[in-house]
DNA sequence: TTCCGCATGGAAAGCGCTTTCAACAGAAAC
DNA sequence: GTTTCTGTTGAAAGCGCTTTCCATGCGGAA
């Protein structure tokens, strides 16, 4: 019968067995490397233990995100995996809330990678310290105005990442300039866009540190193409170490976030509350400043800044 | 009832109906920038028309093709995107052309991203005739002596671009040298290994091409790390345009390839099989070289070259 | 009033598996 | 030879939906 190609449905078997050995991963964009590196992990250990990854890509969008939770409640998938900073929005959050208490009491296993709303197991790293750590750098390199790329509001990983910036700022005595928080998108041409509106600020902040990698690759490229040599006249740092970081020009300064290892993590912590296991509420991962040579000591250019 | 949260089960209606509104996609690394732009369009419009989609990472790895596939059989997706490059090797071929022949006769859509042994729907850009572009564009520029970077040999995009790397050399009339070609595993790290053989070249080549963006990312890294100036004293291009291309130093020249359309092409070509309708064996869709700053006419260096 | 047609509703069968339970056979103990 | 226990096998029920089919009812035409 093996030699005649039977191959046992696993519909039929999900339906009798209540479990599927389906995960579903909502992630912001699959195309950012952030996400990606996450979802490499999450797939490898899914794969590892038998599970099939359904993706969602949500644009951090809640209209999106809620649909996808429907659907995944509809395939009764065993567990969900958020991969996204979560969207703090209290309309939003209250409608999930609903969807995901119901998905629990169904038996769902829900982990979260990141800060969560919720109450359900997370697995992060500590975001906060990871940007006062990159400040500590660019302040004891002698930076005293330092700007912040930030990703979208209410989007947790912006959110706390930019409290670390205020809190940084703080700690050594520096004052708060809201001018000096740019917008931005988690893209490289948010990043170049930012970039434009540093140049407006003035006096000029003599580094920038962007909300993540991709942000300050976009902002390294605009420096670059109005003239301003990197880092001679403006550090620049990002974080997560994306894999293309080391290989801009300057390779960039950065936090080196374990990527894939959050997504392998994550989808453990998964596995063991689907095995009933009772499991901390919170894993944090190490993160590690990179120091590359995007950042330099501030010199002072008379002429430059004012 | 709706107040009640009920929501139907897809299980059992997939069962019932035998259409579970599910597709895979098989790629060959879903972190790799130019895997993560197919994936996003096949994404977007698999949501668009109410299907969820799996993800598998096959790394190119033959075996794990194959468990891919059998599991996918298993779940009885209603189709199949193969979105790398396929493997060429015989034995592998000939397991694979057994498991899909029998998946389609069960009424399984198997939609092909790029050349593909069997004869199924092929969603494709022209990868000889891209290569050919850019070649032009160097020997154009008066380069001579060009090296190629390639990918790992037995994978179908790769070899359909060095076919188009030899030809576009030979239509010059410029000899073929094996030495040219480097070994590459389109990674960022492949293609700074590949930069380190290319400086034990002698002559050095005047010219870089690089069978995708990230080795030449790699590759430009590695050549300014050795001290050696880009474009001033070697050239470098890339293919696919990844969105980093635009922000590395010099700004790459590449060939675009149009990664999303591609993954929305190939969902809807897979949409229309699975609908009954006839589809065109090949699909193919327009590249452009675009011309950045790695790339700059010839200039003999006394005592550097030779 | 009778008959036909069409619409509506409810019951039953079936999708392909797991799981439970009963029946049965064989082996061991008395 | 009978009883009990273990182990194996086969049948049946159930997972939650779709689909088919038949019965019922109603309106319009004869």
Redesign the pocket.
């Known amino acids: 019968m093996a030699t005649l190609g ?4 696993a ?3 999900a ?4 479990q599927t050995h389906l995960v579903g991963v909502l992630v912001g964009d699959a195309s950012d490397p952030y996400f990606a590196g996450i979802l490499r992990g999450v797939e490898d250990t899914a794969r590892e233990f038998g599970y099939l990854v359904l993706l969602c890509n949500t644009d951090r969008n809640a209209e999106v995100e809620r649909r996808y939770l429907q659907l995944l409640r509809d395939y009764t998938v065993d567990g969900i995996l958020f991969a996204g900073g979560c969207l703090s929005d209290p309309e939003h959050v209250k409608e999930l809330r609903a969807l995901v208490s119901r998905m629990r009491e169904q038996g769902t296993a829900l982990v979260a990678l990141g800060r969560y709303p919720f109450p359900i197991p997370t697995v992060n790293i500590d975001n906060e310290a990871a940007v006062r750590a990159v400040m500590a750098h660019l302040i004891e390199l002698g930076h005293r105005r330092i700007a912040f790329i930030a990703g979208r509001p209410g989007v947790t990983t912006s959110d706390d990442r930019l409290v670390g910036y205020r809190t940084a700022l703080e700690a050594a005595g520096l004052p708060y300039d809201p001018n000096l928080v740019l917008p931005g998108d988690y893209t490289y041409a948010g990043g170049q866009r930012a970039a434009g509106l540093m140049l407006n600020c003035h006096p000029r902040p003599s580094a920038v540190l962007a909300v993540n990698d991709a942000s300050a690759i976009g902002c390294l490229a605009a420096l670059k193409e109005a003239g301003i040599a990197v880092p001679a006249e403006v550090s620049v740092a990002g974080i997560n170490d994306i894999p293309v970081a080391r290989y801009v020009e300057p390779p960039l300064t950065t936090v080196s976030v374990p990527l894939q290892d959050l997504g392998v993590t994550g989808m453990r912590v998964l596995l063991r509350v689907l095995a009933g296991e009772s499991v901390p509420a919170e894993h944090r991962l190490p993160h590690r400043l990179i120091i590359r040579r995007s950042t330099v000591v501030f010199h002072s250019q008379p002429g430059r800044n004012v």
């Open positions: 039977y191959s046992p449905s519909l039929a078997r339906l009798a067995t209540r």
